[in-house]
């Protein structure tokens, strides 16, 4: 089992800045890709930004120039940051991670529980 902790959600007025955490752990062996995605009320899950363990990012069209999604390899943990935050950012956010495990066969995908960001207005 891989295990997801986000950190680093709340609430924030509209302009504000807010940054997100989220730590890796259990029997990792490599971690290809992390990213943040998000989920409103009566809406569908949706990417927000992910990142390779080469560097290569990857936005959703809406926060594209705001966010900005980085990693620290050797703590297995991806931060968002996001700034200029805007109402239509509500939702919770949630963390995935992709990659091996020691002594296991196949690839393993994780999600983390989740944080809530509020932003009003």
């Known amino acids: 089992q891989v295990q997801l902790v986000e950190s680093g959600g709340g609430l924030v007025q509209a302009g504000g800045s807010l940054r997100l955490s989220c730590a890796a752990s259990?029997?990792?062996?490599?971690?290809?890709?992390m990213g943040w995605f998000r989920q409103a009320p009566g809406n569908q899950r949706e990417l927000v930004a992910t990142?390779?363990?080469?560097?290569?990012?990857n936005y959703g069209d809406s926060v594209k120039g705001r966010f900005t999604i980085s990693r620290d390899g050797a703590k297995n943990t991806v931060y968002l940051q996001m700034n200029n935050l805007e109402p239509e950012d509500t939702a919770v956010y949630y963390c995935?991670?992709?990659?091996?495990?020691?002594?296991?066969?196949?690839?393993?995908?994780?999600w983390g529980p989740g944080t809530k960001v509020t932003v009003s207005s």
């Open positions: 995935k991670a992709g990659g091996l495990r020691s002594g296991v066969v196949g690839p393993f995908e994780s």
């Open positions: 259990g029997r990792i062996l490599s971690i290809n890709s």
């Open positions: 990142i390779t363990s080469v560097g290569i990012t």
